[in-house]
């Protein structure tokens, strides 16, 4: 039997291939963050428009110890709660996203 014959190979594949596209256009933006941060980091504290961010970055700035409080560092700090809330949130939401995408 061909390989091409087996019932559900070539779905199989497809599912695998449009997984991978999406994790790679999830994941292309990686190394970018550190500089959108920065850069979103520093308006902040210029602009008015993001002032409900200053108590957050302080309370963030908090955690380091006093040695490693510095914009580099911040940055790492904000990275990885914006992305432990991104996953956390997906979490939470896929079972009501799937429900809703079987239904509809």
Known sequence: MSRSAVPGTRNTWLILLILFLDLMGFTIIFPLIPEL????????????????????LDGLDSILPPERRNQEDLIVIVGGVLAS??????????????RLSDRI
């Open 37 to 56: 941060l920065s850069q979103y980091l520093g308006s902040v504290r210029q602009v008015g428009v993001d002032q409900w961010a200053l108590p957050l």
């Open 85 to 98: 809330i991104y996953s956390i949130l997906m979490f939470i939401a896929s079972p009501w996203w799937g």
